[in-house]
């Protein structure tokens, strides 16, 4: 699955960081340290071409350095859930449907999988989705008030696999904390992974966010809410685990 990425900061850049920086997630990105998401742009068929251009003028938001108010954007005051790099959006479709009562900000730079889920949204006639082609860093950093999500998913992130491009992970501790900032208290982030050193990793780092406490000892069972892809249908069959981690915002 594709996904935006918070860049990696040089080695001794959070020795530098006073205690007042490192306790304030909207300082932790400068304009230059956020764009280090690969973009395999693949091909658009005719149809994810279409849906993209009749749909994105109608539930397509466009960036823009300022609050945003999804009132008015969505017709309604309910909770708001944010996806971040969410693929062809499958997914997204499918928990927009079965949730009618929230709704989702869903974002992802790669066109196909936005002209797809354009398409899922126009079939299926949902009306709580709205989708951004941009950077998920920016957007959470420059558009989404503190304290305002009901929740965050982050569906099988590109693993990284190999050590040297842990850095590219976008579980990172300072893109952790700018999350848990954005969420309202008792709102939740919830990622999921295949691959079980991910796993792991993704454990520690939200486990060491302190806005963050674990809804689960470890790893969570999957909620009910989020369902199996064939991909993963596929990788059960066939003996590969799945990860399912859900944190809440501390009360404050």
Request: charged share 25%; net charge neutral.
């Amino acid at each position: 699955m594709s996904e935006t990425t918070p860049a990696s900061t040089e080695p001794d850049k959070r020795d530098r960081f006073s205690d007042e920086r490192i306790h304030d997630p909207e300082q932790r990105f400068s304009s230059r340290s956020i764009r280090s998401f690969v973009l395999r742009q693949g091909r658009m068929t005719v149809a994810q071409q279409r849906y993209l251009d009749e749909m994105m003028p109608l539930i397509g938001l466009p960036y823009r350095i300022a609050p945003l108010d999804l009132d008015p954007v969505f017709g309604r005051s309910a909770p708001r859930i944010v996806e971040i790099g969410f693929g062809m959006g499958e997914t997204t479709a499918r928990i927009a449907a079965a949730v009618p009562g929230s709704d989702f900000v869903a974002i992802e730079v790669h066109g196909p999988g936005v002209g797809n889920l354009c398409k899922l949204v126009a079939e299926a006639h949902l009306e709580n989705v709205r989708i951004m082609q941009h950077d998920a860093v920016e957007v959470l950093r420059d558009m989404i008030p503190a304290g305002t999500l009901a929740g965050v998913h982050v569906f099988f992130p590109d693993p990284w696999h190999k050590k040297r491009h842990h850095k590219r992970r976008i579980i990172q501790p300072d893109f952790v904390a700018l999350i848990a900032s954005r969420l309202a208290p008792g709102g939740y982030l919830h990622c999921a992974t295949d691959w079980e050193e991910y796993a792991h990793w993704m454990l520690e780092v939200l486990t060491a966010e302190p806005m963050l406490e674990n809804t689960a000892d470890g790893f969570a069972p999957r909620p009910d809410y989020r369902p199996l892809t064939k991909f993963e249908n596929r990788g059960l069959r066939l003996g590969h685990g799945v990860w399912d981690l859900v944190f809440r915002r501390r009360p404050q």
